[in-house]
DNA sequence: GCGTAATTGTCTAATTTTCAGACAATTTAA
DNA sequence: TTAAATTGTCTGAAAATTAGACAATTACGC
């Protein structure tokens, strides 16, 4: 029941990664920097990625277990949280965006991300006549720009701290969410029969 | 070989520490909130008694381990060094110094002490012509004067940072070491078969 | 005060985790 | 092209963690 080592691992690698890039990390180096058998690492993980992929999830999910009530009606609070585990370990962040395969951490980008849009998108829509649908495309749209902020954050080097992007595309939206949800729930509301937006995979109970 | 849970279990310790009092802690509170069986507790301390001299002593050895070169020069940076765990936990030491027996929080406060003094005082007389003898009263003297303030704070309430008593004791001793060690180092060199200071237990090889 | 619940410390025995050591297969580097 | 390092896998032993129970003590409500 007691993961503590399992954890050990992985700050260690974390540690590691933001000294140096990936390829300059053997299983070996890890284990001895933690000071625990090499067998024991693979006692817990398949490989190297397999312990990325772990840490990823782990982060995702303590993140939506402690998200603080607080920072959910603002995008721009929601995101300083969100983007946390990033900004803290920028370099770690960094070597593995130029490392990893494609694909791998935009995976996890976008579904940090659009967990934390859905929160706020959700609290927005709080009493509204709102269909899920509408939620979810406007989630969609948000999260995909979260994404593309990232994804320059990185590939910039990540020099700058998101949180001014982020800053931007706070001030570009706050205002925009509310009307669009207001609207969207007097069409719920005039013709409830029918979608109010494109009903390519309409979702009527 | 992994101590992983151990010291979950002494960090989960520290954080209910600076929640509330001692006595408003026990055993099942630690292991309830760490995660872990209570057999486990017991495992690797006897009782919370054992569990404090524990944190105290691993406080002090990783301290020694990891002591910054840097601070060795200056009887205030070592200070800091020294009193970084105290300072960071001001209400768990608080409620320790209430609790604890007598005597109990001043053993290691001592111990600490004088083992930051010591390297500052050797440090000091580098290169010099100093007995040992000279150097422990030093140590002995300087030792005191930190015990003293710790102890003062504590029973102040902590509310201080303790640096600021740390920066008059500094300003004060400061100067008056190194012409105490090259006085020492003078009279050692001129009449090198007796001893400068009280003979009481003279160490002449 | 009494009774009840909670806590402690100790014990057993099962289970899980961590270990040391070896192995062939790959990769790295000189 | 060797030699060294690393990987991934396997064994079996050792250590750590668990569940569950127990009597003894303590804390608390009434």
Known sequence: MAKFTKIAIEKTFIDLLNERPLDQITVTDIVNRCGVNRNTFYY?????????DEIFREQTNELLDNYPV???????????V???????????????????????????????????????????????NVSEHDLNVLTRLYTSAFEGVALR?????????????????????????KSILKNA???AADTSSSDSSRPQNSKKN
């Open 44 to 52: 817990y993980f398949e490989d190297v990625y397999a312990l990325i």
């Open 70 to 80: 607080e920072s959910v009606n603002s995008l721009k609070s929601g995101f300083e």
């Open 82 to 128: 969100a983007t946390k585990f990033m900004r803290e370990n920028k370099t770690a962040i960094f070597h593995l965006y130029n490392s990893l395969n494609r694909g791998r951490l935009e995976e996890y980008v976008y579904d940090i991300a659009e967990k934390t849009v859905d929160r706020f998108i959700h609290a927005q829509a709080e009493g509204m």
């Open 153 to 177: 954050w990185m590939s910039e080097g990540m020099s700058v701290d998101p949180i001014e992007y982020i800053n931007d595309i706070d001030r570009l939206i706050h205002g925009v969410t």
């Open 185 to 187: 729930s007097k069409d």
